[in-house]
């Protein structure tokens, strides 16, 4: 119910020091995938020195960056009613319906992003060897991206670890090979090309490996079933619009208040901290995989004990169960705030070297330092936002992701107009601190009412 819900639990019981090895690598290639790609073809194009590739200075860079913004932005709500739907017919055991879904809602993913990219890249006038090139290839990122997404949200259903392994490994293999010959045969045109078809090359191999485990059947009921969960969680829509738009809103602002333009295209970039971002993120991995393999683990068990518990047993077991979940939910939160912070601060201490190493100094350690504070309480706040999931309380979801948009454009808009590069980041803190408080008060309220919001039938 919550997000992705990466089946990895059967991994994690796994005794030994091998059990814990192949689930922390799996999480790793699952949760933060695209964005290793990513990062990995940014890390080349600015090392290397190939002629051609600095045709238009920043324009690479700029391209995979809207393209993974937007397609979140864009698209973020509409990939949590997806990521419900799925659930509920892999709750109904029905992994062909699930499948079929799936290919199903790749139609007018494939559609709509091209409609949307398509006008966009049409307006690029570029002096560059190969524009029509670049174009294409920005289409192509953008529509590939936009099928990743949907496909790693359904990538839950397969237990072939080692597999999905290889397909990403192979695929960031390809995207890197192909952006080498292609950037050195038609310059930054080739580049984003290459780099667009590593990433296809990553959604077909997903693909197949899904087919080798289920065969797609239609199931009665499918007809108009995303516009009844349309309707009926709409809160769950307006939580995942929000979510992605408070986290790329501060961007967004820096791109057109204090970036450079990228000339010829629509695009503007503010490199001393979009880079940055990227890199920073790193930092969140080892929390996210904590998050998958331990705290959602626990908190699911015991929670499912608690559902279990309602109406079978007396109502001191009911609540010995209850106040179980919370105190083991807590502790689980203590050690993976304990744990990400331990990250944080090592990142933080090599702060200097970071900023030397990926953007020659460009950008001030401070704002590496806010950057990293700021995806610290992010992964906090999705924490408690993947708990309310669980509850069922989009509404409270919802106001904790409003409230984290808000403060970040707020705060955001306001450092860019003061133009004082070491305030980039400040945004995102601050919302992500604002959003984390909002989702704690809201989760503590529902945690400890739950049974009674359960049996009365109430949803906030």
Known sequence: ???????????????????????????????????????????????????????????????VIYCYAFSLILGGGFHYIFTRVISDLLYEKDEAGAFYYLLKFLIPTTIISTLIGLPAVLTFSMTISHPF???????????????????MLFISVLKWYMQIMISFSLGMGASVLLLIILGNLYGTGGAIMGFALGHLIICAILIFISFLSYRPKKREGMKGRYLRYFIKYKFLFLTGAFYYLGIWVDKVINWFVAGTAIAGTFLSIYEP??????????????????????????????????????????????????????SSTMKSIREQSIFQGLITLLFVLIAPSISSFISHGKTEPVVIITTLCAIFFQLLYLTFLNFLFYLEMYRRAFYAAFTYFIVNLSVSYIAALISVEKLSGIGYLAGGIAGTVVAFIAYSHSIRKIDRYILAGIRY
């Open 273 to 326: 901290y979009d880079v940055t971002v990227y890199f920073a993120n790193l930092s969140m991995i080892p929390g996210l995989v904590f998050f998958v393999v331990s705290s959602e683990t626990k908190f699911y068990i015991l929670f499912k004990k608690f559902l279990i518990s309602l109406g079978r047993t007396r109502f001191s077991e009911i609540q010995r169960h209850k106040y179980r979940l919370i």
């Open 1 to 63: 119910m919550a997000g992705i819900g990466f089946e990895l639990r059967k991994v994690v019981g796994q005794k030994g020091l091998t059990g814990f090895i192949k689930a922390s690598l799996s999480g790793t290639i699952i949760v933060a995938g695209p964005w290793l790609i990513s990062i990995a073809g940014i890390t080349i194009i600015q090392t290397m020195t190939v002629e051609s590739f600095q045709e238009l200075p920043g324009a690479f860079m700029a391209s």
């Open 133 to 151: 090139l670049f174009s294409m290839g920005t289409l192509l990122l953008f529509i590939s991206i936009n099928i990743l997404w949907v496909v």
